[in-house]
């Protein structure tokens, strides 16, 4: 006799519930949270606060960049993160899109794993700026191979003014 889609329908409410009521926290932990740059050679994660401040960067060439971090807990080493900025005044996004294969992250033990410095193209979010500082909507979104997801939002601000 085939099994039905009530059958179906419980053994997935029994996997989920299992899952959930895990007694190990490692477990059951996993998230994302967005963050900037710190430290003295720049590979140190430093939570962004709502309402803070996101830095440009030109590098030299003349293109704009926010420098990002994303903390990525309870994916492993290696995970697809992609990030949208959106200006709030305007709706332009701007992004930097997971690729085809997972990114390697700099763990700092076995559950805390950071992808830094993430480089996001800013020149349209920017265009009609008047020289003040720009609200942003920040959505940062991983999963590992495994199909594990997190995901953040939070507002900050674009500070136009850049550093090289």
Do not use: K, Y
């Not at 990525?72 to 996004?93: D, H, K, Q, Y």
């Not at 805390?112 to 020289?131: E, F, N, Q």
Request: charged share 20%; proline share 5%; hydrophobic share 45%.
């Amino acid at each position: 006799m085939p099994l039905g889609p009530i059958w179906l329908a419980t053994w997935l409410v029994a996997v989920s519930l299992t899952i959930a009521c895990s007694d190990d926290p490692a477990e059951r932990a996993v998230s994302v949270d967005v963050g900037v740059t710190g430290g003295a050679d720049g590979l140190d994660f430093v939570a962004l606060e709502p309402g803070g401040e996101i830095s440009l960067h030109t590098f030299g060439q003349g293109g704009t960049h926010a420098l990002l971090a994303v903390r990525c807990i309870g994916l492993g080493n290696r995970a697809f993160v992609s990030v949208v900025i959106t200006n709030l005044a305007t709706g332009r996004e701007a992004s930097a899109p997971a690729g085809a294969s997972p990114r390697l992250l700099l763990c700092e033990d076995e559950q805390t794993c950071d992808l830094l410095p993430l480089l996001i193209m800013t020149g349209g979010l920017v265009a009609d700026s008047d020289g003040s500082s720009i609200p942003v909507r920040l959505r940062a979104e991983a999963h590992n191979a495994d199909g594990i997801r997190a995901s953040v939002e939070r507002e900050a601000v674009l500070s136009t003014s850049v550093s090289r």
